[in-house]
């Protein structure tokens, strides 16, 4: 593929970012709550999901604990508009610089070192300079300083200040400025740090909270992705529901299954041992192993606190 490059217009010449390629097999289901909170921040109409111009839209947070489906929404939400979508995954190496523009050294034919360096833009500049949708994946895992050149894209300047080229770098015309929709996805439990800095976490605002699926919204997803035995599915049912599990991610949900009709067809157990074995190597908390106060036990009153009195 030929890169693309970009950037005349200020003196400059830079890659682009090529966008995020979905994967054509994907499977979705249910979230159509989560899905329509998100198009009523991007100001999509819910109809033809076209950008209303006459709104502004807002740059989302999705939070949850892994594996709930907080990149499957984004994805779904890139499909749906038909539009090019651009992610950075954060982490804690990541610098302001990964954010605009980067120094390359050029590409070598194998034979022969590459001569001299150029410019590689990052996703959000592809983004901005493309008019696409840009997904900021685990933002609060990124340090405080290389979140700081975020404030200037997020309001509404739409625009990104690089250190390296000293120069502010903006979409190249209103059309892809209006069409530019930011972000951004966080498990707020899932960092040393924890939030944000005020000036990022009120720029990406509303919240949308992404929980656990419930068990009927589960088991047709295991379906189609696993088609596991009728059997092996009512096991799961019976052992998901005899212990109330609340903490089950949709991608524990599909190891766990996937597992189980490994075991299932290795050691020729039936269904309910190959879950329980899953299970057990799975590493699924159940509600009472969960560490957190169990609101039940909170409440027993101690009735038949006599037998503690006689002792
Ligand atoms: N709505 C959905 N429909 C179908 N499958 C889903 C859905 N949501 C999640 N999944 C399944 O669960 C897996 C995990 O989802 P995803 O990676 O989006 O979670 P996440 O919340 O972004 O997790 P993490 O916090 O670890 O990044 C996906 O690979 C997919 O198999
Ligand atoms: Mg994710």
Redesign the pocket.
Known sequence: MDPEFDGSELGLRFRLAPPFALESAR?????ERELQQCFACWAVDGETKVFLDTMRPLNFRLE??????????VYELASQLGRPLYVIQGHEELTPEDLALVLVPNASDGSTPGVGFSYNASPLVSALRRGGLFFF??INRVPERTLAPLASVLDDRKRIYSALVARDISPPNEDFKASFRFCC?M?PE?SARGGLPDYIDERTLPVIR?DYMSLDDLVP?LSK?LNPSTELLHAFRTWYEEDERRHL???QA?TLVQYAMSIAWQTKVGPDDAIRQSSEQVGIKSKTDDGEPDNDADEEEPDDSDDDGKQ
């Not at 499977?27 to 979230?31: C, L, P, V």
């Not at 949850?64 to 929404?73: A, D, R």
Request: aromatic share 8%; hydrophobic share 25%.
């Open positions: 499977i979705f289901q249910k979230r949850g604990p892994p594996g709930v489906g907080k990149n499957e929404i994946d685990e996805a498990n899932g992404v997803i992705y991610s949709t991608r599909r």
